[in-house]
């Protein structure tokens, strides 16, 4: 089974991003880059089942030079080959993404497709629907169990009231949520063996944008908060401030 993992290199939550003089994007120095972490838990998604069924794990990552380090630490956690799809800086738009990763897919033999469901930066949650739809394959997102067998795969997607469990043929798209399971972490010998694997480069095929950020801000100052200590008419305090001063009632 040939198994591709569309990835993308996300700034980490702990970092303190700063803001362009037209504030157009976030500056990029000084930001701590990650494997998003339900790509990073779809890559292992596909080294188990490449452990069990046999075959290869291909990363695919889109992005300027910086997205190798991504490349090399999933590499180090178990895949076999990556390409970068090399543009000088991530497109904004999820339909140019999703694009530029169904051009080289559709290149390539894969028997199954595995993405992140959503990545912790833009949050669009769009890129395994929209590959779904450009290479007519079966999609489904969200998913939290999946096995797949010689006729094609179950994958289970909790909703509000339950499960809703998928059968689909192959190939698929599965959009993978990181409550599946802890991803392992690269061993010294992963590490080493990964510095030594070739990633193959090519240049992005990009779409024209629809979509372009205008600006954007970063969130208000926390101010300073009331403590309130309990006493008669305490809950009557609470409500007024919150309408009042909060104005979230």
């Given at each position: 089974?040939?198994?591709?993992?569309?990835?993308?290199q996300?700034?980490?939550t702990?970092?303190r991003?700063?803001?362009?003089a037209?504030?157009s994007?976030?500056?990029?120095?000084?930001?701590v880059w990650i494997?998003?972490?339900h790509?990073?838990?779809?890559?292992?998604v596909a080294?188990r089942?490449?452990?069990?069924?046999?075959?290869t794990?291909?990363?695919?990552a889109l992005g300027?030079d910086?997205?190798?380090?991504?490349?090399r630490?999933?590499l180090?956690?178990?895949a076999d080959?990556?390409?970068?799809?090399?543009?000088?800086?991530?497109p904004?738009?999820?339909?140019?993404?999703?694009g530029?990763?169904?051009?080289i897919i559709?290149?390539?033999?894969?028997?199954?497709?595995?993405?992140?469901?959503?990545?912790i930066?833009g949050?669009?949650?769009?890129?395994?629907q929209?590959?779904?739809?450009?290479?007519?394959?079966p999609?489904?997102t969200g998913?939290?169990e999946?096995?797949?067998?010689s006729?094609g795969?179950?994958a289970?997607?909790?909703v509000?009231?339950?499960?809703?469990i998928?059968?689909?043929?192959l190939?698929?798209?599965?959009g993978?949520?990181?409550?599946i399971?802890?991803?392992r972490?690269?061993?010294f010998?992963?590490i080493m063996k990964a510095k030594r694997?070739?990633?193959?480069?090519?240049?992005?095929?990009l779409?024209?944008a629809?979509l372009?950020?205008?600006?954007?801000?970063?969130?208000a100052?926390?101010?300073?908060?009331?403590?309130?200590?309990?006493?008669?008419?305490?809950?009557?305090?609470?409500?007024?401030?919150l309408?009042?001063e909060?104005?979230?009632?």
């Open positions: 089974m040939n198994i591709a993992v569309c990835i993308k996300t700034a980490d702990e970092s991003p700063t803001l362009s037209d504030r994007r976030v500056e990029e120095e000084g930001l494997i998003n972490p790509d990073e838990s779809a890559i292992e080294v089942l490449r452990d069990e069924r046999g075959g794990v291909t990363l695919l300027p910086r997205v190798e380090s991504a490349l630490q999933g180090a956690i178990g080959f990556a390409v970068h799809l090399q543009c000088d800086a991530m904004d738009d999820p339909k140019t993404v999703a530029a990763l169904a051009h559709s290149t390539r033999d894969f028997d199954l497709v595995l993405t992140g469901e959503v990545a930066d949050a669009g949650a769009q890129v395994p929209r590959l779904g739809v450009l290479l007519n394959w999609c489904v998913v939290e999946l096995k797949v067998t006729d795969l179950t289970r997607h909790p509000e009231q339950g499960d809703e998928h059968i689909c043929n190939p698929a798209i599965i993978i949520n990181r409550r399971g802890e991803p972490y690269p061993s010998r992963g694997k070739p990633i193959e480069k090519e240049a992005a095929v779409e024209f629809q372009r950020i205008e600006s954007l801000a970063l969130p100052s926390r101010s300073d908060g009331k403590i309130l200590t309990y006493e008669d008419g305490v809950a009557a305090r609470v409500v007024a401030l309408r009042e909060a104005k979230v009632i």
